[in-house]
């Protein structure tokens, strides 16, 4: 009796939820007939075990933020000085965005305009700062964030969700965004969206869901198999990554506004790692400026020689290693401070010199693997042909009386051809005995 009591008194609890929230009045609907039902199970004194998949679907439908939007913070030398602070270079790539930017404090200063943030896709190597960027945009425009991996997800249900009438039935990640952000209009950066794997089947449910989702001719209407009613994300700021383009389809590229991100040269490496990396380095291993310095002549040894990528992970994870090197030698007592210079650098950094060996190693080997089978595969063509050229067959008994004409005058041929005689001798016929 005191279960039932306590389950009618959260239902309650529920009913009161319901109405003060803002759920559209159709879901509102469809909410209020599944309180009934369990409310009248509840009262009857019935084991119901639709109360806690209901309950857990309300709660869902009740967190979503119904007509919830940010208001834009559209100051493009605002914007500006955030991406500039985030993101070293790449100007191109900051052009682009201010121009879009542009366009959206244009239009909302116009009664009655509508305009829809462009979905971005920004495209390049491993460590370029692309989810920097993304997170540049949305703090530039005051926001909220929320990264999605694509690469990490299993099935295309964990995007769209999962029927509430499943065992395991929940929202997909686009609504699990939207309600962790509190509003319809934070910035989702679809990361590694080249990632996604799985069977061909299962690619293509991906395209599909995607497509539904960053078109502005659908997505207005976008319905998660969890929530199981329309969800508006035209207001939502899109923004994709991938390392290729290869894997997407025709359909989702044309939706897309692309925006390369180049490598990084050594000169901007270094400008990166100064103003952007060391001081986080620090930071992270509780260090001030002056326990640890690292001299001009290092820094070619650390970026070129030991952290040759496109982007700068490695570098930082090289920085890492330093700053915890010269940790433990002040914690121990051996040093006040530690000064990284050309001399010490490799004996501080001798994992990543090992590594760069090998991976010279493995790079020199390949292309030698390569010339080398080049090298073979010509040799053994020259030869066939070789062989073809100057060996035929033997033709049999039967072949040579039958075919005997023509091979006259096909020797005729090959010696005016090669010796350059005018006349060939008849070729010797012998009749075998009987």
């Not at 939820?17 to 009045?25: G, H, L, N, W």
């Not at 950094?349 to 030698?368: D, F, I, P, T, W």
Request: with cysteine.
């Amino acid at each position: 009796m005191a279960d039932e009591t306590k389950q009618i008194a959260e239902i309650e609890y529920l009913s009161k939820k319901i109405e003060a929230s803002q759920v559209p009045p159709e879901l509102a609907e469809t909410i209020d007939i599944m309180v009934q039902r369990i409310r009248r199970m509840a009262r009857q004194g019935q084991e119901s075990g639709e109360y806690e998949p209901i309950a857990k679907f309300i709660d869902w439908c009740l967190r979503m933020p119904w007509g919830k939007v940010t208001q834009d913070n559209l100051d493009l030398e605002n914007a500006k000085k955030i991406m500039d602070s985030h993101h070293y270079g790449g100007e191109h790539v900051k052009q682009t965005i201010l121009e879009y930017l542009a366009i959206l404090k244009k239009k909302s200063v116009q009664v009655g305009a509508q305009y829809q943030a462009p979905v971005l896709c920004f495209i390049g190597p491993q460590g370029t700062g692309k989810t920097t960027m993304a997170k540049a945009i949305a703090e530039s425009l005051g926001r909220p964030f929320y990264r999605i991996s694509l690469g990490a997800l299993s099935a295309s249900s964990e995007l769209r969700g999962k029927p509430k009438g499943n065992p395991d039935a929940e929202p997909g990640q686009i609504v699990k965004a939207l309600v962790n952000c509190k509003a319809l209009s934070p910035v989702i950066l679809l990361d590694e969206i080249d990632k996604v794997s799985g069977s061909e089947s299962a690619l293509q449910d991906f395209m599909a869901i995607l497509l539904e989702v960053l078109d502005p001719q659908q997505n207005t209407s976008f319905r998660d198999l969890y929530i199981d009613y329309p969800v508006d994300l035209s207001r939502v700021f899109f923004i994709c990554t991938a390392n290729t383009l290869k894997t997407l389809t025709r359909a989702l590229l044309d939706r897309l506004e692309i925006v390369e991100f180049r490598d990084y040269s050594p000169e901007e490496k270094v400008v990166i790692a100064g103003r952007y990396l060391w001081p986080k380095v620090l930071e992270y291993a509780g260090l001030t400026p002056q326990e640890i310095q690292i001299a001009d002549e290092a820094w070619p040894i650390i970026i070129e020689k030991l952290g040759k990528d496109p982007g700068v992970r490695r570098l930082e994870r090289n920085l890492q290693k330093l700053a915890r090197k010269a940790t433990k030698l002040i914690v121990t007592g051996q040093a006040q401070s530690v000064i990284i210079n050309s001399q010490n650098v490799e004996s501080y950094l001798q994992e990543e010199v090992a590594l760069s060996e090998l991976q010279e190693k493995e790079y020199r080997g390949v292309e030698n693997e390569q010339e080398m089978r080049k090298q073979v595969k010509d040799q053994a063509f020259q030869a066939t042909n070789n062989i073809q050229q100057q060996q035929e067959p033997a033709p049999s008994l039967k072949a040579q009386k039958q075919e005997a004409p023509p091979r006259v005058e096909q020797a005729q041929q090959s010696t005016q051809t090669i010796g350059g005689v005018q006349e060939a001798q008849q070729p010797q016929v012998t009749t075998p005995q009987q």
